[in-house]
T-cell receptor
């Protein structure tokens, strides 16, 4: 079974703090993703990575950065947290399948509250 | 450009009756299509996927979906709802590489006893 773990289920931070969200997968997947989930908006892609040290912006990268130093670990960084970044953050991973159909496996999520 | 529209934000059915969750997509190439389910306080789980093989796709827990290119639809169905089906369902479209992935806004399914 693929396992994607996230460092915290719940996190409370103050405005202006630097926040690190960690994600680890144990199936040697090439691709990793960070999403935020907000009611009525579904999931929106923040960043993804298709290889170690490689990253690409998703649809809403502003205010976020990422780091992938090892294949199994993908970190999301909020440089200076703001209240509009209060959300559920989901990490996912997938295998490379050039012909398509490469489903993503999700972690349980981190609910971040910024006060 | 890709997009996905889930036509209902909430669907309510009685236990034992059929379920229909509607999804329309837009894609400029042959997409991969997925349905995911999210139970309360749980991560997302893949229900089924379409990848240009059979147009009728069977998934887990008795769900299935039919890809209709002419209607650009990928509706999710189940013949008989169970209480445990109460959850939020997401329709997803992605490109062949799987990087440009667009999620629908979600449909919350309520199942009444």
């Amino acid at each position: 079974d693929v396992k994607v773990t996230q460092s915290s289920r719940y996190l409370v931070k103050r405005t202006g703090e630097k926040v690190f969200l960690e994600c680890v997968q144990d199936m040697d997947h090439e691709n990793m993703f960070w999403y935020r989930q907000d009611p009525g908006l579904g999931l929106r892609l923040i960043y993804f990575s298709y290889d170690v040290k490689m990253k690409e912006k998703g649809d809403i990268p502003e205010g976020y950065s990422v780091s992938r130093e090892k294949k199994e670990r993908f970190s999301l960084i909020l440089e200076s947290a703001s209240t509009n970044q209060t959300s559920m953050y989901l990490c996912a991973s997938s295998r490379d399948r050039p012909l398509g159909g490469n489903e993503q496996f999700f972690g349980p999520g981190t609910r971040l509250t910024v006060l | 450009a890709q997009s996905v529209t889930q036509l209902d934000s909430h669907v309510s059915v009685s236990e034992g009756t059929p379920v229909l969750l509607r999804c329309n997509y837009s894609s400029s190439y042959s997409p991969s299509l997925f349905w995911y389910v999210q139970h309360p306080n749980k991560g997302l789980q893949l229900l089924l996927k379409y990848t240009s093989a059979a147009t009728l796709v069977k998934g887990i827990n008795g769900f299935e979906a039919e890809f209709k290119k002419s209607e650009t639809s990928f509706h999710l169905t189940k013949p008989s709802a169970h209480m445990s089906d109460a959850a939020e369902y997401f329709c997803v479209v992605s490109d062949t590489g799987g990087f440009k992935t667009i999620f629908g806004a979600g449909t919350r399914l309520f199942v009444k006893a």
